[in-house]
């Protein structure tokens, strides 16, 4: 497994209401691909009723951290749970949005 770049790292945290709150911070590119994917999936898609992705910290972020982000979101909505990106600095919010991954976004993600 290659090491990320930037110190990013990602983490699970209690959101309050039921629902947990998945953080990433630093620079998302390919190389955090896995460890992204492996702390994300230590929560089954539709465990958490509710997950709030936390993308506040995040400087880079590229297209396989979005996939990653979206095919868990469409896993969790097979088993009726939501998941959505609350936070977002600018360009991971630019990058979905560019994407086509309007889905993964909350009604209105805050940008840090």
Excluded: K
Excluded at 94 to 106: I, N, T
């Amino acid at each position: 497994m290659s090491t990320p770049r930037r110190g990013a790292a990602a983490r699970w945290e209690p959101a309050g209401d039921g629902g947990e709150r998945f953080v990433i911070d630093g620079d998302l590119d390919y190389s955090a691909h896995e460890h992204v994917r492996q702390t994300l999936w230590t929560r089954a898609p539709g465990s958490v009723r509710r997950v709030d992705i936390d993308l506040g910290g995040v400087g880079f972020f590229d297209t396989s951290i979005a996939r990653i982000l979206e095919r868990y979101r469409v896993e969790a909505a097979d088993h009726e749970a939501h998941v959505r990106v609350v936070n977002a600095s600018t360009v991971p919010l630019m990058v979905l949005r560019l994407a086509g991954l309007s889905a993964l976004l909350g009604p209105d993600p805050r940008t840090a």
